[in-house]
């Protein structure tokens, strides 16, 4: 799962949604803003729970839906949409 954390928030970065971990923390996790550097430095006791990756689910479709992605672009982060709420499904089972 964090795997898929650090890509969504590689991904938001390279297109300019984001600046730092502390703003995706924050505003994408819900969570503090030394969240993601924490969970980096200490991957193996810091799972996320269903709940961090439910709300990056949230945030990240609300976003895909307010950017009006174009139809090339749009499977890649639909994709990415998928497997965070594979992710999150994962957490809860």
């Keep these: 799962m964090m795997e898929v954390i650090v890509e969504t928030f590689t991904l938001l970065q390279e297109h300019g949604v984001v600046s730092g971990?502390?703003?995706f923390s924050v505003e994408w996790l819900g969570r503090s803003p030394?969240?993601?550097?924490?969970?980096?430095a200490r991957p193996?006791?810091?799972?996320?729970?269903?709940?961090v990756m439910m709300t990056l689910y949230v945030r990240f479709r609300e976003y895909i839906e307010e950017a009006g992605m174009g139809e090339d672009v749009r499977p890649t982060w639909d994709g990415m949409a998928e497997r965070i709420w594979g992710a999150a499904m994962h957490r809860i089972k």
């Design 21 to 23: 971990g502390r703003e």
């Design 34 to 40: 030394s969240y993601l550097s924490s969970m980096r």
């Design 44 to 51: 193996a006791s810091r799972r996320p729970s269903a709940g």
